[in-house]
Antibody, heavy 121, light 108 residues
Framework: EVQLVQSGAEVKKPGESMKISCKGS????????IGWVRQMPGKGLEWMGI????????RYSPSFQGQVTISADKSISTAYLQWSSLKASDTAMYYC??????????????WGQGTLVTVSS | SYVLTQPPSVSVAPGKTARITCGGN??????VHWYQQKPGQAPVLVIS???DRPSGIPERFSGSNSGNTATLTISRVEAGDEADYYC???????????FGGGTKLTVL
């Protein structure tokens, strides 16, 4: 079974750093792009960026460029999303999702279960 | 920049047909994908490439796309279909995915 399992919920203070993870299983992790999506409380889905674990090619949404860092460790089939200095406005649910295999397969399936991040003083 | 427009909410009685639209300039020339997100759960792909149902998705779910509107149709709606639904395309000008604002389906 293809699966993405994300790390658990986090509660942080403004200014702290954080790294959340997304572990893939049941497929060749290095040959599928992994994307990250933010969902703020009560709001819709926002694409943040995407990484190809095979060579770590990474693309960011202009809205998130410079605000987060996406990385991957293919030896343990895990992608990461990290912040160097959190803000209260980073409070949200974060999802990872696998992009389709072909160059034009621009859909996402499956999705991880989500990581809830709360940033509060 | 490209914009996808969805109605905030759609209501339908059980057993009836729900139609959720996704508007965009010449969206008929793009591939549209649809996701279902039930409360407290992660999104699930229900339609890809305008009309394709992934394995495990009921035949009651179907899609169409033409002109400036893509449509997700749910036939014989059940209480369990109550969820938020999002359309998604690839914004080729920015080379990244773009989501619609989402539509909350309420089953009366």
């Amino acid at each position: 079974e293809v699966q993405l399992v994300q790390s658990g919920a986090e509660v942080k203070k403004p200014g702290e750093s954080m790294k959340i993870s997304c572990k893939g299983s049941g497929y060749s992790f290095t040959t599928y792009w992994i994307g990250w999506v933010r969902q703020m409380p009560g709001k819709g889905l926002e694409w943040m960026g995407i990484i190809y674990p095979g060579d770590s090619d990474t693309r960011y949404s202009p809205s998130f460029q410079g605000q987060v860092t996406i990385s991957a460790d293919k030896s343990i089939s895990t992608a990461y999303l990290q912040w160097s200095s959190l803000k209260a406005s980073d409070t949200a649910m974060y999802y990872c999702a696998r992009r389709g295999s072909g160059s034009h397969d621009n859909w996402f399936d499956p999705w991880g279960q989500g990581t809830l991040v709360t940033v509060s003083s | 920049s490209y914009v996808l427009t969805q109605p905030p909410s759609v209501s339908v009685a059980p057993g009836k047909t729900a139609r959720i639209t996704c508007g965009g300039n010449n969206i008929g020339n793009k591939n549209v994908h649809w996701y279902q997100q039930k409360p407290g759960q992660a999104p699930v792909l229900v339609i890809s490439y305008d009309t394709d149902r992934p394995s495990g998705i009921p035949e009651r779910f179907s899609g169409s796309n033409s002109g400036n509107t893509a449509t997700l149709t749910i036939s014989r709606v059940e209480a369990g279909d109550e969820a938020d639904y999002y359309c998604q395309v690839w914004d080729s000008s920015r080379d990244h995915p773009l989501f619609g604002g989402g539509t909350k389906l309420t089953v009366l």
